[in-house]
Every structure is written in C-alpha cells, then in structure tokens.
C-alpha cells in the first residue's frame, strides 16, 4: 500500500508538461558538464594532488626521537644484532604513559593496566636490504610483576616456550619475552626463516643485557599447590575475571578429580579493606544473579554465587579474600573453596 509520502508527492508521467521536461534534461547536461570538466582537471592537473604547504606541517622536533649517542647518555641501549649484515638502531625512540597512544593507539590501554613506565623503540636494518627490518618495542613495566601480567596477557596458550628470558616463545617469526621488569617484542617485517633466526638471536642479546630482578610472588605460596595445573599460575591487574572492582589478583588452575576449577586470591592492605571488597563481591551476586549458598559455620565468611550458570565462591580471611571462579559444578567449588579458607594462614 502506498505510504503517506507517495500520495502525497508521486505524479503520473502524463502530468509533467513539456516545459517542465526541457528544463528537466538542461538540467541533467549542465550536471554532466561539470562531472566531465572535473575528471579532466584531476587527470591532467596533478599539481593541486602532490603540491604541499610546507608551513602547514612544520612543528617542533620530536624530542621522544634522537639520534643514539653512549649509553651512558641516554642514547642506545639496544645491543649489535650479532648477524653479519645487520645493524643496531640508529636512532631510538623513548614513550611515557601519556605518549604511549602516538605509537601504539588502541593498544595503549592494555599496557597502562599493568602499569607500564616506559616503552623504548628501535629497529634493526639489514645493509642491503631495506625491506628487511625488524622492530623492538621494549616496554619497562615497572615490576616483574606487571612484566609478567603483560607477557600473559598477550601470550597464546598455544604457543611453544622457548628459553630466553624468564618465559618467551616465537610465533611467526617474531619473538616475546619477559624478564625483570622488563617486557620485549622483536618483531621482523619480513617473514621466512632468515629473518627469525635474525630476530631470535637479537633477543638473546637484549634478554642478556636486562637485568633480572627477581618478583615478589607471595600468592605462590599462599594458593595451594596440590592438584595445581603446570605453567597455570598468573596475574592480573585489573578487571578480574570481567568484574571491574577487583584488581591486583592472583590465580591458578587445579584439576579436582577432573573437574577444572580456577582459584584466586587478593591481599588487600588491610583486613577492612579486605571485608569491603567481600561485600562489593555478594553485591555483585545480588545485581547481576543471586547467592545460593552461605557458610554455615559463623566464624567463617564465604558465600557462593551463580551469574549467568557460573559459580563463584569467595571468601575473606584477614587481608586475603579468595575463593573459586567460573566453575560449571557448585559443590566441587565449595569443597574446593572451603579447603582453601582453611588451608590459608595469614602472616
């Protein structure tokens, strides 16, 4: 059925005068005059495409790039490839939180999550080739903690370790490790085996010339160690397990006679501050699904949630609140969760 708008603006061909049709098609050729005028004008006047305004670009240097000079003078801190043929950076440049975005925008975030300090960027050039590069973005977070974060944060779980650094793999070529506080990327342009073996050897250097500070992993020993899966233990800084109030966590995986459950645990810098984040944590049950079970034992704190069929089971202990997240079966996280609280004894 014809809608309002077309009854009201739509007119049979037989009502358009004769006037109206010949301004109608000077109309048309007028149009077509203009469009052909200026696809001449773009193809044989190239002037106006390539011709730029100098001054509208001029700004001052950038004062992250520099020409490399001792090291000892802030210049390069990026060692000799070691490969015949290549050669080290000739020019660095160094990246604050508040610049991090200008190198690497959309990304910067992850980064500032895990508090980094500093990025420090070079790259490799072959003598002869121009098109072979490769780039190294080295990132001081601070901590070994955050290096450690970040390297997780950003590793495949299905890659092959390698030995370098504190933990490192390759993947196509480029290669990533951590070690310290320090979190490095060797990236080359050009894929094909040459160029990895290029890359590889560049991060053995650097992963020998940083030093290695040894990190603070106090949750390794308070997070049980039976039946915890190799290699599962890690860090994460913020937004933990998609729940924007918890930070600074800690967690593993365990395999409970087949059933695999993730155990986590914050130390906050207070026993308050801990019961504060406990409750923030049943809030969450309550907004977002409902509590389905609450310690008997009124000594202890732990309360277990289901949001959307996963089950969380916190608890507060001291300053350490713990427990089990995203489990499929309840009474394996509470046996689990329980074993935890006590198992735990705070300093």
């Known amino acids: 059925m014809p809608t309002f708008f077309r009854r009201r603006y739509m007119r049979r061909i037989e009502a358009v005068g004769t006037t109206e049709r010949v301004v109608g098609v000077l109309i048309l050729l007028l149009l077509a005059g203009i469009v052909a005028t200026f696809i001449i004008q773009t193809a044989t006047n190239t002037d106006y ?70 990025l420090t960027f070079g790259t490799y050039s072959h003598g002869t080739n121009t098109d072979r ?6 990132y001081d977070m601070g901590e070994p903690v955050n290096a450690l974060g970040m390297y997780q944060a950003e590793a495949s779980p299905d890659t092959t370790p390698i030995a370098i650094g504190r933990d490192g793999y ?5 290669v990533f ?37 040894v990190g ?35 967690a593993a995986e365990y395999d409970v006679d087949g059933e695999p459950i993730t155990l986590f645990v914050h130390r906050a810098g207070a026993a308050a501050s801990a019961k504060v984040l ?29 949001v959307a069929a996963m089950i969380d089971v916190v608890f507060v202990k001291d300053r350490y ?16 969760a329980v074993a935890f609280y006590e198992e735990l004894t705070p300093p």
């Open 49 to 118: 495409l390539f011709e730029v305004d100098e001054t509208a670009y001029q700004s001052e240097p950038d004062q992250r790039m520099a020409a490399v000079g001792a090291p000892e003078q802030g210049g390069n801190p990026f060692p000799d490839a070691g490969v015949e043929g290549w050669r080290a950076p000739t020019r660095v440049s160094r990246y604050t939180p508040e610049t991090l975005y200008e190198k690497i925008n959309g990304r910067a975030d992850t980064y500032l999550q895990f508090h980094m300090v500093g």
């Open 133 to 138: 590069l490769i780039d190294v973005y080295w």
């Open 170 to 174: 390759q993947v196509g070529g480029a």
């Open 177 to 213: 490790f951590r070690k310290g506080s320090s979190y490095v990327q060797v990236l080359p342009t050009m894929l094909g085996e040459d160029d990895a073996g290029v890359a590889l050897n560049i991060a053995k250097m650097l992963a020998e010339a940083i030093e290695d500070i």
């Open 216 to 250: 603070e992993w106090w949750a390794l020993n308070v997070l049980p160690k039976s039946k915890r899966v190799k290699d599962s233990f890690r860090y994460i800084a913020q937004d933990a397990f998609s729940m924007g109030f918890l930070s600074d966590v800690y």
């Open 278 to 306: 406990f409750d923030r944590y049943v809030e969450f049950f309550n907004e977002y699904g409902r509590v389905i079970w609450n310690d008997p034992d009124a000594s202890r704190l732990i309360v277990a949630g289901d």
């Open 321 to 336: 609140v713990g427990g089990v997240t995203g489990a499929e079966n309840a009474e394996v996280a509470k046996t689990a």
